[in-house]
C-alpha cells in the first residue's frame, strides 16, 4: 500500500506494524501526530492496544519500563522538553535492560520558546544507554521503527531504542511512503522477546541496591551490548530490505563516496540537503561524497576509519552544540578516526532552532574547507546580528545604564 | 479475622536489611500475606529500597522492580496496562494484583503528580503510602507528611506547618477504594488490604509507620506508638468508597463513645523528636494547638455519629 503522510503518521505505522501493545505518551509539538493517529488506530481496531494518556514525559517512560519488564511491545513518542524531562528514566530504562522503541522529534529546547528543529535535545541524551538511529526521509521513519524492535529485542542487545527524525521538515512534511505488508514485517519482526521479566513463578528483584563490587560489571555488559549492536543494526538494515523491503544504509548511509577526495558527514535532513550540496560540489571540480550517520550510538567508528582514511578533507556539520567545546559529531568524528592517518577534518555548527540550513551555504562552506581557509574549532557560518538583536540591544543598554553596568 | 488465621506462607523473607523495630518491613509482611502470590510488586525509591536487601539477594518473594522516586503511578499504569494485555491474549488466567509501595516523600511530594495522573485515569492498581512521615533514608528530612512540630535534620525547632493529608486528595479524585491503616491494628490492616484485592481501579492504602531511628523512640516501642497514634487522634483509620467514609478499629471505637481519647500527650511525649514541646519548659502554646484541631475533628464526628444514631431512633418509632 503507498500513501502520502506525515512524518509523524508514517512513525504511528511503524508501531502499528511492530504490533506495540502498550503505548503510553504525554503530547508535545511537533509529536502530537504521532500519538493521535496511534490512538485513532485503537479507537478504529487496528491495533490491539492500550494507550495510556498520562500527565508527564516522565510518566511517559515510566509505564513504558512497566510495560516493558512486565513482557510487553511499548512505544512513546516524545521531542525536545519532552525527552530532557524524562531523562532520568531513560538512563533507568536502558540500565534494568529492558527492550522498547520511542521516537524523538528533534526539536530545540527553550527558553526562548523554539518548536523548531534541531538536535541538542537527543545529544544532551546521548549517555543514558539508548540507542540513537537518526533518519532523512518518511519512508526511512518506517523502516527504522520496525527495524529499531528488533535490534532492541535482540537477544545480544536488549537497550532501548531511540528512532529520531527532525522536527517539521520531517514531522509535518508529507512524503510518499510504501506500507509494507503486515506479514511480511511479521517475518522479520518475532513476537516480543526480553533477556527477563516479572514473572509470578520466578519471583526475582530487579533494580535493587548494589554496591561498588558488582556495579561497574552492570555497565560493562551495556557496553559490550552497544558493542554487539553494531553487527545487529546492519543486520537487521540487510534482513529488512530482503524480507520487507527498503534500504537506507546500515550504520552510516554513504553517497558517492567510492572514489571522494572530500567528504561532507552530518545527520538527518541536513545530510538530505548535503545530497545537493556534493552534487554541486562535483560540478564544481570537487570530488567529494556524504557520510550520512544513521547510528549516533553506537557510534559507527570502523565504518567512518574506512570511509575517511583516503581523504584529504572532512567538513562535519552539527545542529547542535557541546557548550564550551563545539559540536558533538564533530568532536566524535576526530576521535573516532584519532591515529588513523586520514583527512583534515573541520566542523560547523548551524541550522539550530529550525535555522534553514541550504545547499549553497553548505557548498561554501566545504569549499573554503577544502581550500584549508576554515579556522579550526567551532564553526557558526551563519551567526550574524539581525534587527531583532540590534532592537534588544539598544534596550538593554538603557536598562543597562541605569543599573550602572559597564 | 484473627491473627491466628492469616495465611502462613511468608512472603516477606527473614534477614532483611530493615532496623530494628521497623515498620516498613512489618506492613510489607501484612499486606503480602494478605495479597497472596497472585501479586507483582514495583518499589518506589524509600527505606524499602534499601531494607528489602542489597544485589544479589531480597527479602521481597515476589517479582519485584525497583523504580525511581517519581514514579509510583506512572509504572503502575504501565504495569496493569501490560497485564491487560496478556490477560487477552491468554498468559494470564487471572489478572495478577499490581501493587505499587511508595513511602511518604514519593508519594506527598515527588510522586504525587504521577499518582494524581493514575488515579484520574482510575489505572487498575493498589498504590501503598507507608508514611513514616519524613525522608528517614535519607537521615530524616521534613516531607510534606511530617505533622507540625515534629523535629527533622532540616526542621531542628520543629516542622512550622502542617501536613497535608494525601489520603483525603485521593477521597477527592473519586477512586473505588482509599483506606488509611496502622500496623497496631494489623486485623484491620489485613481486612482493607484483601478487600482492595478484589476491587478494580486505583486504590490507594496510606499505613502510618513509626520510624524508631527518625522519631527517636525505643525500636520496641514501635507498635505503642502506632497504638497511641491512633488513641491520641493524631493518626485515624478509616476507608471510602461508593462516596462514603467509614471509620474502622480504634478510630471507631473512640467515635461510637466506647473508647476515649486519650491527650496527644501521651503520644507527643513517648518520641523524641517532640522533645523540644517539653524540655527544657512545656511549649504550652504547640501543645494546645496540635491538641484543639485532634479535639475539633472529634467532636465534629462524635456529634455527627450521635445525631446519625439519635435519627435511626426516630426513624424506627412507630409514632412517627
Keep these: 500500500m503507498r500513501l ?11 508501531a502499528r506494524l511492530s504490533r506495540v501493545e502498550v503505548v503510553s505518551a504525554y503530547p508535545i509539538t511537533p509529536q502530537t501526530q504521532v500519538i493521535e493517529e496511534i490512538s485513532r488506530f485503537i479507537d478504529e481496531g487496528e ?45 533507568w530504562a536502558a540500565a534494568v535492560r529492558l527492550p522498547m522503541v520511542m521516537v524523538n522529534v528533534n526539536r530545540a529546547l527553550g527558553p526562548g520558546w523554539n518548536i523548531w528543529c534541531d538536535h541538542q535535545d537527543t545529544m544532551a541524551a546521548r549517555d543514558t544507554g539508548w540507542i540513537q538511529l537518526y533518519c532523512a526521509d518518511h519512508q526511512e521513519i518506517l523502516d527504522t ?77 551495556m557496553q559490550q551490548a552497544m558493542d554487539n549492536a553494531r553487527r545487529v543494526i546492519a543486520e537487521a538494515a540487510r534482513e529488512y530490505r530482503d524480507v520487507v523491503g527498503g534500504y537506507h544504509g546500515e550504520l552510516v548511509d554513504a553517497y558517492r563516496m567510492e572514489d571522494a577526495e572530500y567528504a561532507l558527514l552530518a545527520m538527518g535532513t541536513v545530510a538530505s540537503e548535503c545530497r545537493v550540496a556534493v552534487d554541486e ?64 577534518i573541520h566542523g560547523m555548527v548551524t541550522g539550530l532552532g529550525g535555522r534553514d540550513v541550504p545547499y549553497d551555504l553548505i557548498v561554501d562552506n566545504a569549499v573554503a574547507a577544502f581550500k584549508g581557509k576554515l579556522l579550526p574549532g567551532s564553526h557558526w557560518p551563519a551567526v550574524r546580528l539581525n534587527d531583532h538583536h540590534r532592537l534588544v540591544k539598544r534596550s538593554l543598554e538603557e536598562y543597562w545604564k541605569k543599573e550602572g553596568v559597564r | 479475622m484473627r ?16 532496623c530494628q523495630g521497623c515498620p516498613g518491613s512489618a506492613a510489607l509482611r501484612v499486606a503480602f500475606k494478605a495479597l497472596g502470590r497472585n501479586t507483582v510488586l514495583c ?62 516523600g514519593g508519594t506527598y511530594d515527588i510522586g504525587i503528580q504521577a499518582l494524581s495522573g493514575a488515579a484520574e485515569r482510575n489505572a487498575d492498581f493498589i498504590y501503598v503510602c507507608y508514611n513514616n512521615e519524613a525522608y528517614s533514608n535519607t537521615g530524616t528530612q521534613r516531607s510534606g507528611a511530617t505533622p507540625y512540630a515534629a523535629w527533622t535534620t532540616n526542621t531542628t525547632k520543629g516542622k512550622e506547618e502542617w501536613r497535608k493529608d494525601v489520603a483525603q486528595i485521593m477521597v477527592a479524585h473519586g477512586i473505588p477504594y482509599v483506606a488509611t491503616a496502622s500496623l497496631a491494628y494489623p486485623t484491620d490492616m489485613f481486612r482493607k488490604f484483601a478487600k482492595a484485592r478484589e476491587i478494580r481501579g486505583t486504590r490507594y492504602i496510606e499505613i502510618q509507620a513509626p520510624c524508631p531511628p527518625g ?39 473512640i467515635i461510637q463513645g466506647q473508647a476515649k481519647l486519650l491527650p496527644v500527650e501521651e503520644y507527643l511525649q513517648a518520641q523524641g523528636r517532640f522533645r523540644h514541646l517539653f524540655h527544657p ?40
Excluded at chain 1, 557541546?322 to 583527512?343: D, H, Q, R, T
Excluded at chain 2, 490477560?87 to 494470564?92: H, I, K, Q, T, Y
Excluded at chain 2, 522519631?215 to 461508593?242: C, D
Aim: proline share 6%.
Design chain 1, 4 to 14: 502520502v503522510e506525515t512524518g509523524n503518521h508514517v512513525a504511528a505505522w511503524g
Design chain 1, 47 to 91: 491495533m490491539e492496544c492500550e494507550y495510556i494518556p498520562v500527565e508527564s514525559e516522565h510518566s511517559a517512560m515510566a509505564a513504558m519500563i512497566g510495560a516493558a519488564a512486565m513482557g510487553v511491545r511499548a512505544f512513546s513518542a516524545t521531542s525536545a522538553h519532552g525527552l530532557a524531562y524524562m531523562h532520568e528514566l531513560l538512563h
Design chain 1, 145 to 221: 521503527v520496525i527495524q529499531a524492535y528488533r535490534i532492541s529485542e535482540d537477544p545480544r542487545v536488549i537497550l532501548p531504542v531511540m528512532v529520531c527524525y527532525d522536527a517539521f521538515v520531517m514531522s509535518h512534511t508529507y512524503m510518499q511512503v510504501d506500507i509494507p505488508e503486515q506479514e511480511a514485517v511479521d517475518r522479520f519482526l518475532p513476537p516480543f522477546r526480553s533477556l527477563w521479566k516479572l514473572d509470578l513463578e520466578y519471583p526475582f528483584t530487579h533494580g535493587s541496591v548494589i554496591y561498588p563490587d558488582d556495579y561497574e560489571e552492570v555497565r560493562f555488559s
Design chain 1, 281 to 344: 560540489l562535483r560540478e564544481s571540480g570537487y570530488p567529494c561524497g556524504l557520510v550520512r550517520i544513521r547510528s549516533y550510538r553506537p557510534f559507527p567508528v570502523a565504518e567512518l576509519r574506512e570511509l575517511l582514511a583516503p581523504l584529504r578533507v572532512a567538513l562535519v556539520i552539527d545542529r547542535a552544540v557541546s557548550f564550551g567545546l563545539e559540536g558533538p559529531l564533530f568532536s566524535e568524528v576526530k576521535a573516532a578516526v584519532y591515529g588513523n592517518g586520514g583527512p583534515s
Design chain 2, 3 to 18: 491473627l491466628r488465621d492469616f495465611p502462613a506462607e511468608e512472603l516477606f523473607l527473614q534477614g532483611s536489611a530493615a
Design chain 2, 43 to 104: 518499589v518506589i525509591a524509600s527505606c524499602t529500597s534499601v531494607l528489602q536487601s542489597p544485589y544479589p539477594v531480597s527479602a521481597l518473594n515476589l517479582p519485584t522492580l525497583n523504580m525511581a522516586f517519581a514514579t509510583g503511578g506512572a509504572v503502575g499504569s504501565g504495569m496493569t496496562a501490560a497485564a491487560e494485555r496478556l490477560v487477552a491474549r491468554g498468559e494470564f488466567e487471572e489478572k495478577p494484583t499490581i501493587l505499587v509501595w511508595a513511602g511518604d
Design chain 2, 215 to 253: 522519631w527517636k523512640f525505643p525500636s520496641s516501642h514501635t507498635v505503642k506508638i502506632a497504638r497511641l497514634a491512633v488513641q491520641t487522634g493524631m493518626w485515624m483509620l478509616y476507608e471510602h468508597e461508593n462516596g462514603r467514609t467509614t471509620y474502622t478499629a480504634g478510630t471507631q471505637r
Design chain 2, 281 to 320: 519548659e512545656r511549649d504550652e502554646e504547640r501543645i494546645a494547638a496540635i491538641q484543639k484541631r485532634i479535639s475539633d475533628v472529634f467532636e465534629t464526628l462524635q456529634f455527627t455519629h450521635k445525631m446519625k444514631e439519635h435519627l435511626m431512633d426516630i426513624e424506627i418509632s412507630p409514632r412517627l
